[in-house]
Structures are given as C-alpha cells and as structure tokens.
C-alpha cells in the first residue's frame, strides 16, 4: 500500500498530501522491513520535492535516528546530514523547541493541544524517559 501511495504521490501530490501522516506512521511499524520500505520511499519522495518537510513528518524522521535497526539509523543519519543540509539547513534549528515537545510527549504548551493526533499515535512517536526507550 505504502509503494502504492508513493507511486500516486508522484502523479497525484495534491490528493496523497493529506495522507502523508497516516503513511508516516508505518516508520514505527514492529516489521523493520515496511519501516525501511517506507523511510526509502518517502526519503525519495522528498529528495524529488513531491512532498515537502511540513507537519509531523520531519519529527517521525527523526526517530529514525534512533531505530533498532542498524541500516535504518544509517539511512537516516545520511538523509540528514548530506540531503536535508542541502535542502533544507534551517530545518532542525527551526524545528528544535517543537521536537523537544513532541518526543518527549509533553502537552505542557499550548501549541501542542491543539495536535489532532491520538494519545496512543503521540505515545508510538515519543521517546519519553521513562520506559524501555530512554536509552534512545
């Protein structure tokens, strides 16, 4: 399904745009190959401009800086060091106080009441300190 959207991204970019939280998700599926499937589809996506670093997608990225999976934190680490540098070099320096929020799941500010996503969709892209991810 995820091949399916990125292939309607490339002909359809309005009408998958809206969907892009939804396929983002699969970045923290349990099966590393759908979540490596999906990072190398979306990196391409973004590289080709079809889809642009807007909403909670660049926070999900950078999760993947501190997956399990040793290839994946390697893609990731080069996605952001050599493509978003080039792309997009202010993107982590604007974007640091809102990441900061978000994975630690802190609802504290008012900005982040307002986030449509679920309680269980915060907990699944937040590495809270206190459980089994705090060496992350």
């Known amino acids: ?3 399916m959207l990125a292939d309607f991204c490339v002909r ?9 939280a939804k396929i ?16 190398i589809l979306l990196s391409r996506l973004l590289q080709t401009d079809y889809v642009k670093w807007r909403g909670v997608l660049f926070l999900r990225f950078l999760l993947s800086l501190v997956d399990e999976s040793e290839k994946i934190r390697q893609l990731a680490d080069f996605l952001f060091g050599n493509i978003l540098k080039a792309k997009a070099p202010l993107l982590a320096y604007n974007s640091f106080v809102e990441a900061v929020f978000v994975l630690n ?3 504290a500010h008012m900005g982040n009441k307002k986030s449509q996503n679920s309680k269980v969709e915060n907990r699944m892209f937040s590495i809270r300190g206190n459980d089994r991810s705090e060496e992350r």
């Open 1 to 3: 399904i995820i091949v």
């Open 24 to 39: 983002s998700k699969c970045l923290c599926d349990p099966c590393e190959l759908v979540r490596r499937q999906t990072f």
């Open 12 to 20: 359809y970019t309005a009408l998958v745009d809206c969907y892009m």
């Open 105 to 107: 799941d802190c609802h």
